[in-house]
């Protein structure tokens, strides 16, 4: 990300904080290594997985929208 974003002359700085964002908040794929754990053993079903996250996944796409101006204009880009 920080390379492609250089390559286009763009500050890095935004990009990466979204992209650190969204994959702190994997609620919809067991993608982190505790959910992995936990759905490998048979724990819950992908669809539970899905079905449990879809709720945080909307509210945390909605705060980012809300949230990114404010962070370039904190940051100055």
Request: one cysteine or more; glycine letters at 12%.
């Amino acid at each position: 990300m920080i390379t492609l974003c250089a390559g286009f002359g763009v500050s890095p700085a935004v990009p990466t904080i979204a992209l650190a964002v969204v994959v702190a908040g994997n609620y919809l794929m067991p993608v982190n290594p505790t959910v992995m754990l936990t759905y490998g053993e048979g724990y819950y079903t992908f669809g539970d997985m899905f079905k449990t996250g879809i709720v945080p996944a909307i509210a945390l796409i909605l705060i980012m929208a809300a949230w990114m101006p404010f962070i370039v204009g904190a940051i100055g880009i």
